[in-house]
Nanobody, 124 residues
Framework: QVQLVESGGGLVQAGASLKLSCTVSGLTFNNYVMAWFRQPPGKEREFIAG????????FVGDSGKGRFAISRDNAKNLVALQMNRLEPEDTAVYYCAAASGAGYLRSSSAYTYWGQGTQVTVSS
């Protein structure tokens, strides 16, 4: 049984930093591309950043440029998202996801496994 469990969300003030973590079990972790997505209230899910199985190739979406950084630790089956200088517009449910590598990896449709999401709320 594949499980992705996010943690680290919460309520913070604008300008703060937050680090999200996602622990994965039930699959061969380093065989999967991992990514973070988010879904703001009333909006569609959007791609933030992804990282290949080895951790050497990182690709970033518009939502993640400049302030967010993705990383993975294959020894711990963990992928993280460091978020800096948070803004109220970053308020969303944040999801981690795993893909086998096929498909357009900036699209949610390429990802097979998803976590339950963690809420991040940024107050002004």
């Amino acid at each position: 049984q594949v499980q992705l469990v996010e943690s680290g969300g919460g309520l913070v003030q604008a300008g703060a930093s937050l680090k999200l973590s996602c622990t994965v079990s039930g699959l061969t972790f380093n065989n999967y591309v991992m990514a973070w997505f988010r879904q703001p209230p009333g909006k569609e899910r959007e791609f933030i950043a992804g990282v290949d199985g080895s951790g050497t190739l990182v690709f970033v979406g518009d939502s993640g440029k400049g302030r967010f950084a993705i990383s993975r630790d294959n020894a711990k089956n963990l992928v993280a998202l460091q978020m800096n200088r948070l803004e109220p517009e970053d308020t969303a449910v944040y999801y981690c996801a795993a893909a086998s590598g096929a498909g357009y990896l900036r699209s949610s449709s390429a990802y097979t496994y998803w976590g339950q999401g963690t809420q991040v709320t940024v107050s002004s």
